[in-house]
């Protein structure tokens, strides 16, 4: 299923024809009181509600895709986290490229590990990427990004699989420059998941997918998962033992060689194999 929110937090499912509203199915939600849980209570719920949703789009007229303004898929995910080098080609550039290291430590990622985006960063498609510090170097990254559907912790790799709520690609923007990384990945919309979620179920492996984004047309990065240095499902459980994973936590898997600068005006097409594509206009704020 490939379950998408647009336009007013309208929820969707998409379909041959176009997106099908399925938002009064959300109806069957449990009302919160504040405090609120750590974690997005669609992803939390989408097994349960998967038959009726299934059925308020059998139900729905269709909209055009193209009409909808595509929010992001998960509306209140607890965290982003994300792998910072983990293709061996992007490794390398980055360590070629002073405009993408400037000075910092760049290591494998068995050594730095993983860092977290602000949640307030995270954005659809449709909303676009306003850039901030435009005197500076603004790369888009394509990555492959996976959403946690079960709470888990201390979780095998063997076991990581069945915790995972579905994918959807990510553009990990980036500032360089000297600061912490999640500074410089952290200004709102600098985090951009779409254009839908495709469940886990229509994927049988994450690591053999092929990911790439055009900016304006021209060819930017072309890559596979499966030259992932830690696949999917060792992320996963690495994450897992530093914090618990919750529904609606989205891990950005790392993004292959090919990082370069957009500016306002871009636009940027990002496509993933069994995902489908999106654009993404780049705006200066
Ligand atoms: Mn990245």
Redesign the pocket.
């Known amino acids: 299923m490939k379950l998408c929110r647009y336009d007013e937090n309208r929820v969707g499912v998409v379909l041959e024809d176009g997106i099908h509203d399925v938002t009064s199915a959300l109806d069957a939600l449990s009302a919160q009181r504040y405090p609120l849980p750590p974690h997005d209570l669609l992803i939390a719920g989408l097994a349960g509600l998967r038959p009726a949703l299934e059925a308020a789009a059998r139900k729905s007229r269709p909209t055009p895709v193209e009409q909808a303004r595509l929010l992001s898929p998960v509306a209140n995910p607890g965290k982003v986290i994300?792998?910072?080098?983990?293709y061996k080609k992007h490794l390398e550039e980055a360590l070629a490229d002073k405009g993408i290291h400037h000075g910092n430590l760049i290591g494998e990622i068995h050594k730095v590990g993983m860092f977290l985006k602000a949640t307030s960063s995270v954005v659809g498609c449709g909303e676009g990427v306003a850039l901030v510090h435009t005197d500076r170097r603004n790369d888009h990254?394509v990555?492959l990004a996976v959403v946690i559907g079960k709470r888990v912790r201390n979780i095998t790799a063997a076991d990581a699989p069945a915790c995972i709520a579905g994918y959807c690609i990510?553009l990990?923007m980036?500032i360089r420059g000297p600061e912490e990384r999640s500074m410089r990945?952290s200004p709102d919309s600098y985090c951009v998941l779409g254009p839908w979620l495709v469940t886990a179920d229509e994927i049988a492996d994450p690591g053999q997918l092929s990911i790439s984004i055009t900016v304006n047309g021209a060819a930017r990065q072309s890559a596979h998962t499966s030259d992932l240095i830690l696949p999917v499902p060792e992320l996963i459980a690495w994450a897992s033992s530093f914090y618990t994973l919750h529904p609606g936590d989205v891990l950005?898997t790392?993004?292959p060689q090919g990082?370069g600068p957009v500016k306002a005006g871009d636009v940027m097409l990002a496509s993933l194999e069994k995902v489908g594509e999106m654009r993404v206009t780049c705006r200066a704020l």
């Open positions: 994300a792998a910072p080098v983990n990254e990555e990510g990990d980036t990945k950005l790392g993004t990082v």
